[in-house]
């Protein structure tokens, strides 16, 4: 399997779009993104629960009742037809649902083995996939295993937030970046960046990277594509 990190980002390494202006980002940059996404042919794509929210309405989840039944911390299968994939790292099950795709992309959420019982049943009357990936916490190292086990997936595109692109960074799960520099300067204090790891740098040397291609693009956006090393 394969993961590619696909971000568009401020010159500065800002990828909070709203700073920019909505307007310029939905006329000119939105497009351009979507667009490189593409051009992968990606069987899936993944963000964290943050990110993911912007695709839920801000639908709130609303438990079933287990009845005293508990759930067996195993992967559910909701559509064992799909063969495009959203996936969701959302530890704690706080996303909702209206369906069990977006855009036609069969949602997958990857769970740790604490989230309760009347979530695991609410993604099951929807018939959304989940899988586990730790106890309290995701291990994505494990997460893309069982991805791999259960479901037709060989290329997934990381797509945000910053603190998910930068648990995979650490964890070396990363095989290309594709980065898309705007023209723009964001110049906010303490914004989200592409990869954002408390502590990474004390914890871990920073990733280094091997240039594959630098391309310009209409509206004077850069895309980067990088393996590393």
Not at 104 to 133: N, P, T
Not at 185 to 214: E, M, N, Y
Request: net charge negative; aromatic share 8%.
């Amino acid at each position: 399997m394969k993961v590619i990190c696909h971000m568009i980002a401020s010159v500065d390494g800002k990828i909070k779009v709203s700073d920019w202006g909505e307007a310029l980002y939905n006329q000119s940059f939105s497009g351009l993104y979507e667009e490189c996404h593409a051009s992968f042919k990606p069987d899936a794509w993944l963000c964290g629960r943050i990110t993911m929210s912007e695709f839920t309405n801000a639908e709130t989840p609303v438990p079933e009742s287990t009845a005293g039944k508990t759930v067996e911390r195993k992967a559910f299968i909701g559509n064992p037809d799909a063969r495009s994939f959203a996936i969701a790292a959302d530890s704690q099950g706080k996303l909702g649902w209206k369906s069990n795709d977006i855009s036609g992309d069969h949602i997958i959420e990857i769970l740790s083995e604490s989230v309760s019982d009347g979530y695991l049943l609410y993604l099951q009357k929807r018939k959304i996939s989940y899988l586990f990936a730790g106890e309290e916490e995701l291990d994505f190292a494990v997460a893309l295993q069982e991805i791999e086990k259960h479901f037709p997936i060989q290329l997934i595109m990381l797509e945000g937030g910053g603190t998910t692109n930068g648990s995979m960074l650490k964890a070396g799960l990363i095989d290309e970046l594709s980065l898309l520099l705007a023209p723009v300067a964001d110049g906010t204090t303490g914004g989200t960046t592409v990869f954002d790891v408390p502590g990474l740098l004390s914890g871990a040397p920073g990733r280094h990277l091997q240039l594959i291609s630098c391309e310009t693009l209409r509206d004077e956006v850069i895309w980067l594509r990088y393996a590393f090393k």
